[in-house]
């Protein structure tokens, strides 16, 4: 036993022998308001004897039945009103009650807390939140309504992040004027029958307008300070628009979309290219390269099929020419007469946030026009962020929204790619370019790539990428770039460091993919004075600091995926059009997310890492798929879905999954997860055979197999037994 568990049994051991003798010496009894009539007149001799002795018992007392949290306070209080009188009465019931209270605290923070935050993990966010923020505000209310058992209080703040120096501070104001009429009743104590009556309904409600006061008071505040952040703009008297979109990417396009579809008048302004990141740069054009990168290695390994192992004859510029045909292919979804059918305005040009309600459209040719709005929604999405490493400008590099068109032009694939980051991105590129005929070194400065993942995954992913021929380098920090002219030829080298060795590596291409920045200058947020950090800072309703403009997508953070944008900006459409009736916070309880590369990794929720870093109680079950039928048929045997549960239960804390289509058989999870449905539901769902959407019925099988009522089954095993004769 450790020594923090030797001492925890100690107090538990304390307080219960405490608490036994209270009640075996007759504690209740006295503790009532027959008990104190009748002990009056012995109090009072006591008080002659010894005024200042009896006082600091009583005090003793008083402290000792709160902190462990017995019944008797509100005789307690009474009593002190009855022997020393209103002022003392008080001051001594004030002190004691509230030192009584914070024992009370200690003993259950100290006891339970621990175990409660693990338990109930993520759960208890929210609460932890509202506490560490408002804690001190319903603590007030709390203590200055006494229709709240006071013990019960003192157990909950306990539990709860709130410091020991407010819960002290707030419980003795607060509790001052309850305690100020119990104390003058017991004055009074003679005219006193019963304890219900002492707290008549219009005091009561007193107390209860008195709780609410500081809530109210705060939502004033915050009404106040927010119409002072308008105080040095002019508000037009009427508005052009009820809503002005700022990027037409997920966010922005999905935002003016839901809009114009409750009918508000929407400009969507749109620097560049229709569709944003995604549709260019992003998830589109880097699909279609894994697609036929893919389909290189499948014939590279076509004896694996039965077939005869190729290696494939392919025009590099023809696979990047189909990639942009993809993108030209997808590209009316997210087009600017699909959205002006839609009913939404779109201005091509560069937008700028002149002041709260006005947007400046700058357009190609420089014309400009300004325009009034209700609401704004910022969807400027974000970029690739290019490392400042001495050198990198003059060996030159691609990112993301330049490498499509950059790689489009070559004939074939970079004899030496040098593939910079370790990210979802940088190892999606890595793999392709690799299967398509690139001899790629891929940098990492973490011990990981893909370093959200579970180590495990990490390193699947590593083994299937070095499959492919990457040569992975974790823990290589990049230094600078050099460049040598030599016989007429241009050589460029990226200088790392690794173990304080400094090595140099030669590359043809470097592809810079070490993360994407939000894009947050030059269109009017620092002169709006609107706080930016990482991204643009936003409240949970996603509203910047001022409430009419918002933000949604990659620009506000803090995922940065299609579909988190395209979820934030329903949340931004909503409260930009409708917050002054009802504001919704952004759920962020279930996110899923994928890395295409192949096998493919996916999750959703917790996986191992995050719940040991945020200490949350977990059970783990895994299914191999190297074990699912339709896996062994379609050569795709190997991954696994890994559940993670609340110890006990069946309610789903998160799941990854490695393997063919994981990002596909993900969705099983988030909707279950979404709709609180657990394993037993997804095990007593037909799941079509065969296929790989089995696998999540299996983990299902793997997790009740491990519950299986032992005992009961032993039961049925005599019962059989028995029936057989
Ligand atoms: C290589 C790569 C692969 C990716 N793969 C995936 C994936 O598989 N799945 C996934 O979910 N996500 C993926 N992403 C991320 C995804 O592309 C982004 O999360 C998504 O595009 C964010 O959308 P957004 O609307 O916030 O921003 P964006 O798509 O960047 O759109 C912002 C738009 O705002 C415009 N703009 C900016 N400032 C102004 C201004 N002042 N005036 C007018 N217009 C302006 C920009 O031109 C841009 O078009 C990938 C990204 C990359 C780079």
Known sequence: MTMKAAQRLALVALVILLAWAFFAWGGPQWLTLEGLKTGLDQF???????????????????????????????IMTLAAGAIFGL?????IASFASTLG?????????????????????????PINEGMARDGAFYLFTLRLVPVFPFFVINLLMGLVPIRSLTFYGVSQVGMLAGTLVYVNAGTQLAQINSLAGIVSPGVMLSFVLLGVFPLVAKAALGWLQRRRVYARWTRPRSYDRNLIVIGAGAAGLVTAYIGAAVKAKVTLVEAHKMGGDCLNYGCVPSKALIKSAKLASQMRHADHYGLSATVPQFSFRQVMARVHAVIAAVAPHDSVERYESLGVEVLQGYGRVVDPWTVEIKAADGSTQRLTTRSIVIAAGARPF????????????????????????????????????GGPIGCELAQSFARLGSAVTQIEMAPHIMAREDVEVSELARQSLTRDGVDVRTGHKALRCEREDRDGVTHKYLVVEHDGVEQRIEFDALVCAVGRAARLKGYGLEDLGIPTERTVVTNEYLETLYPNIYAAGDVAGPYQFTHTASHQAWYAAVNALFGHFKRFKVDYSVIPWATFIDPEVA????????????????????????????????GAAYGFVKVLTVPGKDRILGVTLVGEHAGDLL?????????????????????????????????????????????LLAWLQRYHAWRRG
């Open 44 to 74: 009072a001799a006591w008080k002659n004897a010894s005024p200042v002795l009896l006082g600091l018992v009583f005090g003793a007392a008083y402290v000792l039945v709160t902190a462990l949290s017995l019944p008797g306070a509100v």
């Open 87 to 91: 002022f003392w009465g008080t001051v």
């Open 101 to 125: 209270a914070t024992l009370a605290f200690w003993s259950a923070r100290y006891l339970l807390r621990d175990w409660v935050q693990a338990r109930f993990g993520d759960r208890l966010k």
């Open 386 to 421: 290019v490392p400042p490493l001495p050198g990198i400008e003059e060996v030159g590099y691609v990112t993301s929204d330049t490498l499509w068109d950059a790689f489009a032009q070559l004939d074939a694939s970079p004899a030496r790619l040098l593939v910079l980051g």
């Open 603 to 634: 999750r959703v929720g917790l996986n191992e890492q995050d719940a040991k870093e945020k200490g949350i109680a977990y059970e783990l079950t895994r299914y191999r798929l190297d074990d699912l039928d339709r896996a062994i048929a379609d």
């Open 667 to 711: 969705a099983e999870f988030v909707l279950a997860m979404k709709h609180g449905l657990g394993l037993n539901k997804i095990l007593g769902t037909i799941h079509t055979y065969p296929t790989l959407a089995e696998a999540n019925k299996s983990v299902a099988g793997e997790w009740k197999r491990a519950h299986a009522p032992q005992r």
